[in-house]
């Protein structure tokens, strides 16, 4: 009978510290998930600033190039017609 009682004590023990490593995962996944959505929530952030930083710096490229610098008088020109052109466009919808 005691060759039974120490198999159950062992198999007692031993889902005592399944239970426990599974409590411990459970708490170390929920971390992580919590560190995670802080990481996509700070990328989401990082991305709007790229994206605000890249168009003041298209905005400084026209204005220098508007002020005489060579180095992207082409692209000025193209945005200056195309801005030519959707005034254009604009009149003629306006005198129909």
Do not use: P
């Amino acid at each position: 009978m005691s060759k039974i009682e120490n198999i159950v004590d062992t198999l007692e023990n031993r889902i005592s510290k399944v239970l426990h490593k599974q409590e411990v995962l459970k708490q170390t996944n929920a971390k992580l998930s919590e560190k995670l959505e802080n990481q996509q929530q700070q990328i989401l952030e990082y991305q709007e600033q790229i994206s605000e930083w890249s168009d003041r710096y298209e905005t400084l490229k026209t204005a220098n190039a508007m002020l005489g610098s060579d180095e992207n008088k082409r692209e000025t020109k193209l945005k200056i017609n195309s801005l030519i052109r959707d005034i254009d466009h604009c009149i003629a919808q306006l005198s129909e």
